[in-house]
């Protein structure tokens, strides 16, 4: 019989225990930083009804990507992000919610592109949503991303220092209509400026030529990039709330003790439905991981799905991006999380599993990591070479003398260190071990 | 614009905020168990290749349920339970494993039969499975089946108490030889006493007449329903065989400290890959809910992926069937899940957000859960009656005075007293609260 492949699809993510037991740690210091936030974790399907994951304004990109399947008369398919979901929940929940509402989640997500290096098939995504009906303070967009940097200082150990960038929507809209471009030029340039990271200044300034025609606005819109909004100071009322609103902003993020924060206008989010400020979290020392984090706000979240107007302000962090990004760079040292077994009891025969048992229950119900081995015929060597390989730190051992005394035979795997001590005195020993 | 439907596709779960902090807790609680019992958890990809899927023994009807689609020239499919990655990550891993490895999960599955109460297409279970290569003692069988009822009495203020049912695949399969069936006579009551529960004894009866045409054969199969292996002492080597393992195993389990645990030999596990022993946890006070937890010992996990031969015992805790279906039911009080924020701070205007942000920051340092309005302009009233919805327990309401004198008035806001206090006071009083 032909055996089948172990390997699993391109694109998909399974780690080896101690690297699971890194990103499992992660994760939950980070969702520990949320939960003190005040904010509703949220377990929404990973399937959603086609209509509703398709036809998201110029998502085309996108839909060629997603996950998509029939089953009866249903067409559906595998969420790709987190605010789909979200937007239909809220949707449908308006009047069980209390407003502001602060949700987050955190799930794995779905898009079927080319998988490559740090591009996955399957990811995690950790989201953090606030929403307002019909208004909501630029407060909690500061609150949002001062959340975010929280849940990345708490794993600052790992992943270093981080800096945000902020940008703006409304200041390219102002200046759009400054400069007078058509609202297909408009439309083709901020795909344009999305891509400038990629694609790099050359081709970018060709680009931007072949669309304008016109060196002089080609000038303006290229020094954005150098010189910030200061060439566009007392143009356009428009301009000038834009740029007002971003200086403010930046002002509330230092109240809100936001560290390494700056403008930078070419930080747009692509060409997803945000409508206000913008903003994107990198790592100091990992830049070749890209964006850590990003998000914005939006005006309108439940248009689709609802006659309420619910404003609002989200990020998601790249989860997989980032912890499996460092792993498969081999830059995490996982020696902290490879043994996780405090204490490994051996049983010299099977009339002492019993006696071990009871010492295995007693260790557990005091927190403490302990596994018997229970193949108890096997030899004292099979067995202390298996508490060595699992890199339990104390092996306790149970043979007839053992039994007959309900004394324990404490080796420190570490040290050879041998002695005898009650089951009370070994959860003692083993509590500070 | 025609809005979409803001209810999920029939099957699938979600949960209001106190609801979800419900089955969070159960979750955290139940792999906080198994943690402590020496189980890596292990996070497997959700889609696995068609092929890897399908064409298990006898899963006809589970295939038809499934989930599948392709993807380029790749047919994939959901998973449909925890077993399958399982096979395939240990036999693509068994030089980095340390045997006897112990694994637990905790994910989706799915599984597209059609909907009904307590059916759920997407669903979680809980795994845990203990293997090793070429043998494993059956105190491993017993340990499962103790971890389970750990995990299960970890939550037993909300579900009750539980009781475990043992059962034998060898039994059955000696009793058969005993009675010298047919091959097919075998496959076809096998099957049909998996389905003895759902069609009630008297189809049963029949079925069992149309497949045997033999009075006195079927009256022996019915009383093993009746009178358990009695009729069957000293019949063949293989049926005293079973029964002395059986009889031998319940010992066991008393010594693994496991309760209310009982033979019933109709418990068979179905058609799945199980070998040996099998076995069925039930909760005492919550029959509809049917098996909380089963699983059994299966004697080559691998066969399908490696020549090397994994023996092992594994088990699946139904963990939305039991959770959601209490939910379902009504007969969970959320009160405790209601509220989980500590302070609401309400700056009472944008003078003092800085102070309110300085305030939250202390207080979710302690883990104090805590939020603050932040639409600070908006009136006392609205802020008051935001406080109040969340459940805060206390509000603390930052006014001209309070910035002024760094001081902070904590409102109870169940007896309504309200008091002066500083942030390190603050900070006290909540920690208790």
């Not at 994760?27 to 520990?32: D, F």
């Amino acid at each position: 019989m032909e055996l089948k492949p172990t390997k699993p699809l391109s694109g998909f993510i399974e780690l080896l225990p101690a690297a699971q037991r890194f990103v499992d740690e992660c994760a939950s210091r980070m969702l520990g930083v949320l939960k003190t936030a005040g904010f509703s974790y949220l377990d929404l399907p990973a399937i959603e009804r086609a209509e509703v994951l398709t036809d998201k304004d110029n998502w085309d990109e996108i839909e060629t990507q997603m996950y998509l399947f029939q089953k009866g008369d249903t067409k559906m398919g595998l969420r790709y992000d987190g605010t789909v979901g979200l937007s239909r929940y809220v949707a449908g929940h308006l009047n069980n919610l209390t407003f502001p509402f602060r949700a987050s989640q955190f799930s794995k997500r779905y898009r079927g592109e080319r998988a490559q290096r740090g591009r996955f098939r399957e990811f995690y995504q950790m989201d953090m949503d606030i929403m307002d009906i019909n208004s909501l303070s630029t407060n909690y967009d500061a609150e949002i991303i001062a959340v975010i940097q929280r849940t990345l200082d708490s794993v600052s150990e790992f992943i270093g220092d981080n800096y945000v960038l902020v940008g703006s929507r409304p200041f390219w809209d102002a200046l759009f209509d400054y400069l007078k471009l058509t609202d297909d030029q408009k439309k083709e340039i901020f795909i344009l400026i999305d891509k400038r990271d990629k694609i790099g200044d050359q081709e970018f300034a060709e680009w931007l030529s072949d669309v304008l025609k016109n060196e002089k606005l080609e000038n303006e819109i290229k020094s954005v990039f150098t010189n910030g909004y200061t060439g566009f100071v007392n143009k356009s009322d428009n301009l000038d709330a834009a740029i007002k609103e971003l200086d403010d902003f930046m002002k509330t993020l230092s109240n809100f003790g936001v560290k390494n924060a700056k403008i930078d206008l070419s930080v747009t989010r692509g060409l997803a439905y945000y409508t206000g400020l913008v903003f994107e979290f990198k790592l100091k020392s990992y830049p070749e991981l890209g964006t850590a984090a990003g998000g914005g706000r939006y005006a309108n979240l439940t248009e689709k799905f609802s006659k309420t107007k619910i404003i609002g302000v989200g990020a998601a962090i790249g989860f997989s991006r980032i912890f499996v990004g460092l792993l498969e760079s081999g830059k995490i040292d996982l020696t902290q999380f490879e043994n996780p077994i405090v204490a490994a009891v051996l049983p010299m025969g099977n009339f002492s599993v019993p006696f071990a048992v009871d010492v295995v229950n007693k260790l557990r119900a005091k927190n403490i990591v302990a596994v018997a081995y229970l193949d108890a015929e096997k030899k004292f060597k099979n067995q202390i070479e298996y508490a060595d390989k699992i890199g339990a730190k104390f092996s306790l051992i149970i043979g007839e003398d053992e039994v007959k005394s309900k004394e324990i035979s404490a080796k420190n795997m570490a040290t050879g260190e041998q002695q005898k001590l009650s089951v009370a005195d070994t959860v003692k020993l083993l509590k500070t071990a």
